[in-house]
């Protein structure tokens, strides 16, 4: 039995391409195929925010927005270089902003500074993108105990971010089902949580939007979706 339509597992997408070695040639390829397939966002590395924004806007029947990351992927930036570089990529196109929370600081302990953290960088997409911007805490959750995964998501939710995230892909591991479940307990129904990091195959993603998540970060959309439409038959 199919489990959701093709339209309703896309929306919950940000397909993602943030590999360091990929130009703007093939880039933009990538970027052309996933175009109309119904993505929340394409997610991009930031200096191919403005292409992704004219590949965008060309494809004109698509609700698909720009996201990129901010202060990726270590998250140790100093608070005003994240909260200028957010601004930034609003300016260029952006409607999502992905950050990474101070690891360091959240795994010391240090609350206030990970609050202020992470609202110079809520408060600066407010700001350039006229209150439509959307801002998602990427909380690097393999580097975290269970204890710090719930101070890391409330922290965010003080903060005013939209989101919190598992992972950048980059880090010691991926997402988990616990960790979508721990934060969406603790984060409630109007906060958004992303999984991201070792998603690829249809039943893993299907399996932390049952556990709470509401958007998937992955560089396999199209492969999800392909496989969605075969299990239909």
Known sequence: MRLMDRATLAGRIDQTLLKPTVGETEAESWMRAGANQGFASLCVSPFLVPLADRVLAEATESATVVCS????????????????????????????????VNIAALLEGSDSYVRDDITAVVNAVYEYSGGAGLVKVILET??????????????????????????????????SIEDVRLMRETVGSDVGVKAAGGIRDLS?????????????????????LNALDAQAG
């Open 69 to 100: 990351v901010c202060g990726f992927p270590l998250g140790y930036m100093e608070t005003a270089s994240k909260a200028a570089e957010a601004a930034r990529l609003v300016e260029l196109g952006c409607a999502e902003v992905d950050m990474v």
């Open 142 to 175: 393999g580097y975290l105990e269970r204890a710090q995964i719930v101070t890391g998501s409330r922290l965010a939710v003080e903060a005013g971010a939209h989101f919190v995230k598992t992972s950048t892909g980059f880090g010691p591991r991926g997402a």
């Open 204 to 224: 893993t993603a299907l399996g932390m939007l049952a556990a709470g998540a509401n958007r998937i970060g992955t560089s396999s959309g199209i492969e999800l």
